[in-house]
């Protein structure tokens, strides 16, 4: 930790923070310039206290990390891009996979529909929420393990490969049962124990960026993931909460080269949460997929009209086939396959 000391301050203020930060176990290193003087506290954060609580002394104008927090997800524990393996298919490393299909599973023909087309269309993995978090407990909450059971039949009939999302501790054997990839959904993105829990399956898990996450808490969020010994970890960016009215969330397509700079995990791109608007899907897709995204997860449903969840963003079978044309070369252009 750096801690910078106010200007002017008295020689005895300087010693009581000198003393302090020795005290809580770290060693003090006093670098003195014209103006101020700045003290580099070395030490293992994680075997002491935090030197945090000096911020809030008078003679100190501010303490800062050295390092990042993050350790095992950053680009410096890993230089190579991590690929990620699920159902047969790899993730990252130059790979571009989309995830398609309904949000909710409702049925076994509106699933089988839609496995059919947008395996047809291109895609290798098919999306269907089976346990659903919904803002309303009046909402339909998912099919279950009933749910599961047609995702895993779909699979049989398809080859599609399976991602789904995990509601809750309980359910993470169950769950890992049918899903070659784990979602955890925004709103139980800084839920620790659900991610630890995920993460202890073995299968890969899916992280969805919370409403109002901060890109820092997202990438301490996946570490939660890689420090419980699984390394399959894939983030994605779903749009979070700002002023705007005119979409459901702001897609933040920044995160893309932030996370391809910060870390070595793989980012897929949620534009159907993002947008809320099935129109703004398609140029979503392309922006994400030049961008240097390593996939897509959309949701297709054969009658948008009817969903029981998440209708208003849901792109038709035929829509979804035209993306899947329009998309290639924004495909090629980012050097993927
Ligand atoms: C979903 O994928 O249908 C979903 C509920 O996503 P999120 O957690 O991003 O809202
Ligand atoms: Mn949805």
Redesign the pocket.
């Known amino acids: 930790m750096i801690v910078i000391l106010k200007p002017r301050i008295t020689k005895k203020a300087e010693t009581a923070v000198l003393r302090e930060i020795k005290k809580l176990g770290y060693r003090p290193h006093l670098i003195r310039g014209v103006e101020r003087t700045v003290v580099a506290a070395i030490g293992d954060e994680r075997t002491h206290q935090t030197l945090e609580v000096l911020g809030s002394w008078p003679q100190v104008e501010r303490v800062l990390p050295v390092q990042n927090r993050y350790k095992l997800v950053s680009r410096e524990a890993q230089k190579n891009d991590s690929v990620v393996t699920a159902g047969g298919h790899r993730i990252g490393g130059g790979t571009f996979q989309v995830m398609a299909g309904p949000?909710s599973v409702e049925g076994e023909g509106q699933l089988m529909r839609t496995a059919e087309a947008v395996k047809k269309a291109g895609a290798t993995f098919l999306?269907g929420?089976a346990f659903?978090?919904r803002t309303s407990p009046y909402e339909f909450q998912g099919l279950g393990q009933k749910g599961l059971k047609l995702l895993a039949k779909a699979r049989q009939e398809t080859g599609l490969a399976i991602i789904t999302?995990l509601l809750s501790e309980q359910q993470a054997g169950l769950v890992a049962e049918y899903a070659d990839i784990l979602?955890i959904?925004?709103?139980n993105s800084q839920n620790y124990q659900l991610l630890i829990a995920a993460a202890k399956t073995g299968r890969p898990v899916l992280l969805?960026r919370g409403l109002s996450m901060r890109i820092e808490e997202w990438l301490l969020a996946g570490e939660y993931v890689l420090s419980s010994n699984n390394p399959n970890l894939i983030f994605c960016e779903?749009g979070i909460r700002t002023f705007e009215t005119y979409t459901r969330n702001t897609l933040d397509l920044s995160a893309v080269p932030i996370i391809k700079r910060e870390s070595h995990c793989p980012i897929i791109i949620?534009p159907s949460?993002g947008a809320g608007r099935a129109d703004l899907v398609a140029a979503l897709s392309k922006g994400a997929a030049a961008m240097g995204a390593d996939g897509l997860?959309i949701?297709v449903h054969p009658h948008p009209a009817e969903a029981w969840s998440?209708g208003a963003q849901q792109l038709t079978l035929e829509g979804f086939a035209r993306l899947m044309e329009e998309l290639k070369p924004f495909i090629a252009a980012a050097g993927r396959k």
């Open positions: 949000c999306r929420g659903k978090p999302e979602q959904g925004a709103r969805k779903r949620d949460q997860l949701e998440d």
